[in-house]
């Protein structure tokens, strides 16, 4: 557990600036085969008027596999941090509102909260990612397959007996 101490800024305003490391272990998604780096973040804790935001940057170098076409490939993610902190909870199903425990923030849970809640629900090589050919599997990236196109005709069919009957 990696805690920040506020004490001072719970008594005015001001701000604290923060680094850290979290190790991703036990974090499993299935289209990340594995993290080559810990998490990392930095940014700063501000208060202003009685609000405490944390604000800032989480950084983590990942292998990830295309939820499209399947092939591995590194990704830079960078995410960004920004959250309310309170000393007593109002709504406890709030993920972008933590808990201040003994004039302290934990860093690991909110870091690990705004990294899961960043990932996007599919990961993707590349943003125009074309997928594999689901007839043959051909993955669609390195050019056209050999499958025939299908027609989009509702007399598809008809073309399909014709073929039958020429063998």
């Given at each position: 557990?990696?805690?920040?101490n506020i004490?001072?800024?719970l008594?005015?305003?001001?701000?604290?600036?923060?680094?850290?490391e979290?190790?991703?272990?036990?974090?499993e998604f299935p289209?990340i085969?594995r993290?080559?780096?810990?998490?990392t973040?930095?940014?700063?804790?501000?208060?202003?008027a009685?609000l405490?935001?944390?604000?800032?940057e989480?950084?983590?170098?990942l292998?990830?596999?295309?939820?499209?076409?399947?092939r591995e490939y590194a990704?830079?993610?960078a995410?960004?941090?920004?959250?309310v902190?309170?000393?007593e909870?109002?709504d406890e199903?709030?993920?972008?509102?933590?808990?201040?425990?003994?004039d302290c923030?934990?860093?690991?849970?909110?870091?690990?909260?705004?990294?899961?809640?960043?990932?996007?629900?599919k990961?993707?090589c590349r943003?125009?990612?074309?997928?594999v050919?689901?007839?043959?599997g051909?993955?669609?990236?390195?050019?056209?397959?050999?499958?025939?196109?299908?027609a989009?005709?509702p007399?598809?069919?008809?073309?399909?007996?014709?073929?039958?009957n020429?063998?």
């Open positions: 557990m990696t805690q920040l004490k001072e800024l008594r005015g305003d001001g701000a604290l600036p923060f680094a850290c979290v190790d991703p272990a036990g974090l289209s085969l993290y080559a780096s810990p998490l973040a930095s940014g700063s804790v501000r208060s202003s009685g405490l935001t944390l604000t800032g989480v950084r983590v170098s292998r990830c596999r295309c939820d499209r076409c399947g990704w830079e993610y995410g960004a941090l920004d959250t902190l309170v000393t909870h109002q199903e709030d993920p972008d509102v933590f808990l201040v425990q003994d923030v934990d860093l690991e849970e909110i870091v690990t909260t705004a990294f899961v809640l960043g990932l996007d629900s990961t993707l943003p125009d990612c074309k997928g050919c689901p007839r043959c051909h993955n669609l990236n390195d050019g056209p397959c050999a499958c025939r196109p299908e989009d005709s007399f598809a069919v008809l073309g399909q007996l014709l073929n039958d020429e063998d």
